[in-house]
């Protein structure tokens, strides 16, 4: 089962940030958080992946709580081309990826 | 880079028939995963291999068999078909754990199992 919690789904306006929360009360130290997207019935794409710290990319932000229960992945410029599914999944041992629901982000112009 | 690329697309077997999905990487990856994904559902890992000649079961392993002959390579095959094997197929592959680990994923096949 996933270890991670995921409003079902959520709504963002065209060019405003879009902030997809997780909750992953369960992590331990060493397990890193990594998010990827799925875009309508294509493969998965790794979005970002954060342990402590916040992180950024050219894709998204992570921002880690610092009891590391929770994050959101914030994209900050949300486009069309963003409506997808996106998963936040617990870094097990061995890399294997475990896929939850995940959330529905639609964005709507 | 072609990436992760996967053979066929889309196939329709009849119940009983077997077939062997191919999944090819130019990544020289070490690991490589194949996944189920039903509708409205997130994915189920079913084998993964962690090198050459070595397989490993993941979550849902029962009525599918793989084989890592290359490394470029993992096959994963239906030797029996059945209706509740109909889903998307995902092959993904990766370096090796616990170096950065990104999975790569590949299009997908769509088998439908009548």
């Known amino acids: 089962d996933a270890k991670t919690t995921q409003p079902t789904s959520m709504d963002c306006a065209e060019g405003r940030a879009a902030n997809l929360p997780c909750n992953h009360s369960t992590i331990s130290g060493n397990e890193y958080v990594y998010w990827y997207r799925q875009i309508h019935s294509q493969g998965p794409q790794y979005i970002i992946h954060g342990l402590k710290n916040n992180e950024t990319n050219e894709m998204a932000s992570l921002i880690i709580t610092e009891d590391r229960k929770s994050s959101t992945l914030i994209l900050p410029h949300a486009t069309l081309r963003d409506t997808a599914v996106y998963y936040c999944i617990e870094h097990n041992a061995g890399n294997m990826l475990t896929f939850g629901g995940g959330t529905r982000l639609m964005v709507k112009p | 880079n072609a990436g992760v690329t996967q053979t066929p697309k889309f196939r329709v077997l009849k119940t009983g028939q077997s077939m062997t999905l191919l999944c090819a990487q130019d990544m020289n990856h070490e690991y490589m995963y194949w996944y189920r994904q039903d509708p409205g559902m997130g994915l189920r890992l079913i084998h993964y291999?962690?090198?050459?000649?070595?397989?490993a079961k993941g979550e849902v392993p029962d009525g599918y068999n793989v084989s890592r002959l290359k490394k470029q390579n993992f096959l994963l095959g239906l030797e029996s078909a059945a209706p509740s094997q109909t889903s998307v197929y995902f092959c993904?592959?990766?370096?090796?754990?616990?170096?950065?680990?990104?999975?790569?994923f590949g299009p997908g096949t769509r088998l439908t199992v009548l």
């Open positions: 993904a592959s990766s370096y090796r754990y616990p170096s950065y680990n990104e999975q790569f």
């Open positions: 291999s962690v090198g050459e000649g070595t397989t």
